[in-house]
């Protein structure tokens, strides 16, 4: 015969033994200890006003909160974004105008291969559409 038997009641693992009692806990037969009760329990809740409410310049619920002092540009924060949204307007526009030339000279050439410049326009049109954007924040 093996050591395990098939009989439950015989069993020395509580969860194979259906039959077993949980383990006693300090206060069985008792009611659970009560916990002391938290200080916001019980008293009514502070009347404050939200955060946008009566504090100067601090924007309304409308148009949501004012933009801290950290977040905002100074003057010469927006007159170096607008230099640098000047520049990119004009190297990309000298780049697209570039890029176009190349192709229409080469085209132009009786040489049986020509080049499509799409490199330069495409990096033309990005620094146009970065220094719009650039233009367009230094304004706000």
């Given amino acids: 015969m093996s050591d395990y038997s098939s009989d439950p ?12 009692q949980p383990p006693a806990v300090p206060w069985q037969g008792q009611p659970a200890p009560q916990q ?6 019980g008293q009514p809740a502070p009347q404050q ?6 504090q100067p310049g601090a924007g309304s619920p409308a148009t949501g ?22 520049r990119d307007l004009g190297f990309g526009t000298a780049w697209i105008v570039g890029g176009v030339l ?17 490199g330069p326009v495409l ?11 650039a233009r367009s924040r230094a304004r706000q």
């Fill in 123 to 133: 990096y033309g049109v990005y620094l146009l559409v970065r220094g719009f954007r």
């Fill in 49 to 54: 006003p939200a955060p946008w409410q009566g």
């Fill in 9 to 20: 009641r015989q069993s020395s693992a509580p969860w194979q033994n259906p039959q077993a």
């Fill in 102 to 118: 190349l192709t229409i000279i080469t085209l132009a050439s009786s040489s049986p291969v020509y080049v499509v410049a799409w």
């Fill in 36 to 41: 002391p009760p938290a200080p916001w329990q």
């Fill in 65 to 86: 909160p004012a933009t801290p002092d950290y977040a905002r540009e100074s003057a010469a924060q927006r007159e170096a974004l607008e230099r640098r949204a000047s």
